[in-house]
């Protein structure tokens, strides 16, 4: 279900930006208005520690991690 949403005492040069970036994108300011409080408030969708680690470079050797080599 959509909701309206009224927004007061924009500063003008605030309003000019919102008009002149939705121009830019060929939509409304409207449009602009929903997309940009759209794009701020959406989650990103949560990763599991595996798909983080998959994404980790290979890097070195597990031999280079290792404190006592470290140290030597």
Do not use: Y
């Not at 040069?13 to 060929?26: C, I």
């Not at 759209?38 to 070195?60: I, Y």
């Amino acid at each position: 279900m959509a909701t309206n949403l009224v927004v007061r005492n924009v500063e003008e040069d605030v309003a000019l930006a919102l008009k002149q970036l939705a121009a830019s994108h060929g939509r409304s300011a409207e449009a602009e208005h929903r997309e940009i409080l759209r794009a701020a408030l959406q989650r990103p969708k949560r990763q599991s520690l595996a798909e983080v680690l998959s994404r980790m470079p290979n890097v070195g050797e597990d031999a280079d991690f290792n404190s006592r080599n470290a140290l030597e």
